[in-house]
């Protein structure tokens, strides 16, 4: 399945990591995660955990935290990065529908800006894909654990706006068939100049983006986070 994603991610995950590291200038997104669960002393899985950007958030706060990525190259960027700042949680290739874990295991699993992929690769079956992901989440929660999912409500937009329909399809049924509470979180992108916000940028989102941003004179780009979470006593509740 041909993807530019997927390029992104077998190809270009040293840019992919520069470009995040930009993103969420300020702070907003550790104290949302934390309205969702507390954080302290928990062990915690990242699904699609890429370069990292979870895991290095919550490095020094939870007690253990595992990442796991399909996308070897950015596992390889992930482990550079967890290096640089001395930290030694495990990396793990697999996919997100059959976890490498045991049942009841992790008090937190989090799947950041990696789900909603699920509706350009699987557009025919894509809620049936993603609930072998959400029912693999429940399965590895110890009881009374949580679940995060965080995912774009847009960039270079100044409301949150969910880039497109099926994304905004694949919100509402996380809502209205999983349970999910939204909260919507600015996540704002600060870039040192103008042609270092598109030079970071336009790989990942094109040249329409890189034209917005220079339109309207954006160092700091706008950006918004949709975060998802709840806490699982038993099954996965469905209406």
Known sequence: MPDHFIEVYTSQAAAYHRMITAEDVDGN???ALQRVAPLDGRRVLDLGSGT???PLMLHGLAAQVVALDR???MLVEQ????GLLGGDWP?????MRALPFPSGHFDLVTAGWALGHFTGWYPQDWKAQMGKVLEEMER???PGGALVILETLGTGT???TPPTADLAEYYTWLEDQWVFTRQEVRS???FASLDEAVAYTEFFFGAELAAKIRDNGWVRLPEWTGIWGKQIEGRIARR
């Not at 482990?79 to 967890?82: D, E, L, N, V």
């Open 29 to 31: 997104l550790l104290p």
């Open 91 to 95: 990396l793990v290739q697999a996919d």
């Open 140 to 142: 590895v929660l110890v």
């Open 158 to 160: 100044l409301t949150p």
């Open 79 to 82: 482990a550079k990065q967890r």
């Open 52 to 54: 990292g950007r979870l």
């Open 71 to 73: 996308y070897h190259p």
């Open 188 to 190: 704002d992108y600060q």
